[in-house]
């Protein structure tokens, strides 16, 4: 699904005219969706008691629509005008529409304490002061209404954007209104997805407004929402007379002494999602303690030095491994010493295969970032904004608030596929696009899902999967197995291996 800035939904919107559609059309459709949605989650709408707010903009225009909708199902219902006249001919003309029902149309400046006894004894409100046209804060009498309207019991309804929230940033200076439910329109704004603006975004769907597929196609950088239509195609059926080898070898160069689990739970990802033949790779001493967690897989011992991580004097015997295997994913729980860069450094430049480096895979190349343009068949990097930080030398805050800008910047500059973690993953591929996953849960938040996910995208590297499908899809897959083992356990409880024990019911759907 597409996320689009204001400024691009403005052009999309223009370009549809040239589709034979109408502002005014598209106006009357978003009203329209919005109400029947509205009407669908208040069923039964009859009599209950809806304040539609309508601001001076097309926003505004669009709550004129809702309203008149809302009324024709049998809601009473009552606008607030804030602002005055309307702006556009379009919300002019709904307005005069909306002056043929029963509805009464108060104007904000008109009785104050009338306006927030209605609010108060509201059902339901429709928030359609702002949208996307909304930059700044909130001006006092507005502000009064999204006061009064966060402190009625009512079920509030945003149309496109909460009143208060830029749709570019999610930012609110000042007062905003609480949505519990958002209607956005036509596609996702970058708020919509905004690391912070969950609290007043509420529950967030998209209305379709009739803007055809053409007028899309003038967008050639737009930002996509990672959904199950994104990742269905790219996941493999298992032909019957396959043998391991159909499905790839995967090398996980992974633990040291204190960190064995991350070789355990990235090895053993990459085994249930289907990889024919798992290779761990890791310190000589570990491998006995590992295999009793690990049936399936296949051990690499490596020589190893006086802290109990991977010595370079292992090279000779990684380096054949690393050379007969179709995927790579290197770090999980490796210690951040001059030892692993040296590795990680062989590793990257010598693969012909496609690599994944994770958590000190990527404090290894931080000193030394331009060997990450050495790989020769792909590189994925999955840092958080920690390691990011350090691989960019920018603050873990700005990060969180340019994210989206600065995954692009970086992979566009390394030619690398980045999956930049956090609450909404956003996967930057090197050719500038971009792909957010939206799969915020707090039982993520825990020592081990990192390296899960490495596991995985290494699991469909391996198997054959292009390096951003892999990485897309494995990003996908990895929060929706967290999803289910939230709900089978609960998010404060639930393990990285937990999840590991879900996962196999993603797959199961392909079988
Ligand atoms: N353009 C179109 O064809 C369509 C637009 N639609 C709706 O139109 C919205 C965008 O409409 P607009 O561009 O008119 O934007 P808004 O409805 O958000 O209103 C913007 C108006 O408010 C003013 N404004 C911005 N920030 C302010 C602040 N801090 N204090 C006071 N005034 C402020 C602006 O100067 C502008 O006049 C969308 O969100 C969507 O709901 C839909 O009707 C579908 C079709
Ligand atoms: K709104």
Redesign the pocket.
């Known amino acids: 699904m597409r996320i689009l800035s204001s400024e691009q939904m403005?052009a999309v919107?223009c370009e549809a005219l040239k589709h034979s559609q109408t502002?005014l059309r598209?106006?009357e459709n978003?009203g329209t969706g919005a109400a029947k949605m509205i009407a669908r989650y208040e069923s039964p709408i009859e009599n209950r008691r809806c304040v539609v707010l309508c601001?001076?903009?097309?926003?505004?225009?669009?709550g004129f629509v809702v309203a008149r909708k809302l009324c024709r199902e049998g809601a009473i219902v009552t606008c607030v005008l804030a602002g005055g006249e309307p702006?556009?001919e379009e919300a002019r003309e709904m307005l005069r529409l909306l002056s043929l029902e029963p509805v009464s149309v108060l104007p904000l400046e008109e009785d104050r304490a009338q306006i927030n006894l209605l609010l108060m004894e509201a059902d339901l409100i429709v928030d359609a002061l702002?949208?996307?046209?909304?930059?700044?804060?909130?001006?006092d009498g507005y502000g009064f209404l999204a006061e009064m309207s966060n402190l009625s019991k009512a079920r509030v309804y945003a149309?496109?954007?909460p009143s208060g929230m830029n749709a570019d940033t999610g930012i609110t200076t000042g007062k905003c209104l609480k949505a519990n439910q958002t209607i956005a329109?036509g596609c996702l704004k970058p708020a919509h997805l905004s690391e912070g603006a969950a609290e007043y975004l509420g529950e967030v769907a998209v209305c379709d407004?009739g803007i055809p597929e053409e007028a899309f196609s003038i967008i050639d950088d737009a930002v996509y929402l990672i959904d199950h239509d994104m990742v269905l195609p790219h996941l493999r059926q298992r032909p019957d007379d396959s043998y391991k080898g159909s499905f790839g070898y995967l090398l996980v160069v992974a633990g040291s002494l204190g960190m064995t689990g991350a070789a355990v739970l990235a090895s053993r990802a990459a085994s249930q999602c289907g990889t024919g033949l798992v290779y761990l790779a890791t310190a000589r001493s570990l491998v006995l303690p590992l295999a009793a967690h690990l049936t399936e897989q296949v051990m690499v011992p490596l020589a190893e030095n006086e802290a109990g991580g991977i010595s370079p004097l292992s090279l000779p015997e990684l380096l054949p491994v690393l050379q007969k295997s179709t995927a790579c994913v290197a770090g999980c729980g490796l210690k951040n010493t001059e030892d692993t860069r040296s590795i990680i450094r062989s590793i990257i430049t010598n693969a012909e295969c496609p690599v994944v480096l994770d958590a000190d895979g990527i404090n290894s190349v931080v000193g030394d970032i331009n060997i990450i343009r050495c790989a020769k068949n792909g590189l994925i990097l999955t840092p958080h904004y920690g390691e990011f930080s350090r691989l960019t030398g920018k603050t873990v805050e700005y990060i969180a608030q340019n994210r989206v800008a600065l995954a692009k910047a970086f992979a566009q500059e390394y030619k690398v596929t980045l999956v930049l973690k956090g609450t909404t993953t956003v996967v930057a591929l090197p050719d500038g696009s971009v792909c957010l996953n939206k799969g915020s849960n707090s039982g993520l938040a825990k020592a081990g899902s990192g390296d899960l996910l490495a596991g995985i995208i290494g699991g469909l590297l391996a198997q054959g999967l292009g390096i951003n499908e892999a990485a897309i899809c494995g990003v996908y897959l990895h929060s929706q197995a967290a999803r289910l083992t939230a709900k089978r356990l609960c998010k404060t409880s639930m393990q990285p291996s937990d999840i590991l024990n879900d996962l196999y019911l993603l797959f199961k759907e392909l079988d």
């Open positions: 403005r919107e502002y598209l106006m978003a601001g001076k903009g097309n926003n505004g225009g669009d702006r556009s702002f949208g996307t046209g909304f930059q700044g804060a909130l001006p149309l496109d954007i329109f407004i």
